[in-house]
Each structure stands twice: as structure tokens, then as C-alpha cells.
């Protein structure tokens, strides 16, 4: 008589859990938002889930939501629009108008006039490997303009802003 050298089921179930959650973080990664600097598209307190992938296999897009660390305080991330891409020219007007390789840009994110195009008030060309991000409520968010943060490299980003998962009037992919 042959013996039954089958795994339980429940044993099963013991090891495929902490693999497949192992698994998920490579795609996905929960995070909460702390700041008004994304306004209206995303407020204090919301909940995200970073999307891990998409950038170890493409490259953001202009108007993407990208999360990258904070380069001066351990364990901080930042949640920013792209708005400019590797190669092109950025300039920020007295007007608050976002110049991109000399054409107005035409975008329905941000909230309000830039009062401070700050690094970018004077036209900069980013690098091959830089993007250019602000958040959507322009005048309260510390972004790309800031010495502090400047030009973001595709390596530095986390992911992509995917979905918001609460609370639930917001639920949604997000634009």
C-alpha cells in the first residue's frame, strides 16, 4: 500500500499566505497621504496604493502621480505630478504659467496660479534621467522648485500613484 505523500490543505494554505503577500509588495504598496500639497486630487489622511511595477518596466508619463523619497528625512516620501520629462526645457512665469520646451502647458491639475516658480523661474533643461514634478496645489506644496527636492531621477521613484482606496467617497484610479 502506497502512502499518501500529498501536502494538507491547510498546510497549503500556511505556506502560499506569507508567499504571496511577499509577492504583492513587489507590485503594490499601501500608503497614507499627509499634506494638502496634492489638493484636490488628494487630500489628507487618503489612502493609496503605490503601484511598485510599472516603472522597473516603462517610464512615467507626463501628469503621472509619482511618490519618491524626501532626500533629507529618513522614512518620508513625497507624492507629486510629473510635469516635465527627460531633455525638455521647464520654465515657470510671473504669470505662473509652466512653460515646457517654450509652449504653455496645458493642464487641468493644478490648483491656482504659481505665485513662485522658484528653480524654475529661469528656464532649466532637465536631464536624461530627470523629471520635473509639482504638486497639484501649487502654492502649498514643496516640489521640484525647491532646492530641497529639485529634479527627480526615474531611480529615486517609488511608484505610481494608483489607486485610492479610502475613504470610500473617494475610492478610484487616480487621474
Given at each position: ?11 497549503l494554505v ?6 504571496f503577500?511577499?509577492a504583492?509588495?513587489w507590485f503594490?504598496?499601501?500608503?497614507m ?8 486630487t ?16 516603462g ?6 502621480v509619482v511618490?519618491f523619497?524626501y532626500?533629507y ?17 521647464i ?8 512653460y515646457?520646451?517654450g509652449?504653455?502647458?496645458i493642464?487641468?491639475y ?6 513662485d516658480?522658484?528653480l524654475?523661474?529661469?528656464e532649466?533643461?532637465?536631464g536624461?534621467?530627470e523629471?520635473?514634478?509639482?504638486g497639484?496645489?501649487r502654492?502649498?506644496?514643496v516640489d ?21 482606496l479610502f475613504?470610500?467617497?473617494r ?5
Open positions: 500500500m502506497k502512502k499518501d505523500r500529498r501536502i494538507p490543505g491547510f498546510l500556511l505556506l502560499a499566505v506569507p508567499v503577500v511577499t504583492l509588495s503594490v504598496k499601501p500608503t497621504v499627509k499634506g494638502d500639497s496634492m489638493q484636490p488628494l487630500e489628507d489622511g487618503d489612502c493609496l496604493l503605490i503601484d511598485r511595477w510599472s516603472y522597473r518596466t517610464e512615467p508619463k507626463r501628469f503621472d511618490v523619497p532626500p528625512r529618513s522614512g518620508t516620501y513625497y507624492i507629486k505630478r510629473v510635469i516635465a520629462l527627460p531633455g525638455e526645457t520654465r515657470i512665469s510671473g504669470d505662473g504659467d509652466i515646457v520646451n509652449r504653455v502647458l493642464e487641468h493644478g490648483n491656482g496660479a504659481i505665485q516658480g522658484g524654475a523661474a529661469n532649466m533643461t532637465l536624461e534621467d523629471y520635473f514634478v509639482l497639484d496645489n502654492n502649498s506644496s521640484s522648485r525647491e532646492p530641497d527636492v529639485g529634479n527627480i531621477r526615474k531611480s529615486d521613484i517609488v511608484g505610481k500613484g494608483w489607486v485610492c475613504p470610500f467617497e475610492f478610484g484610479v487616480l487621474e
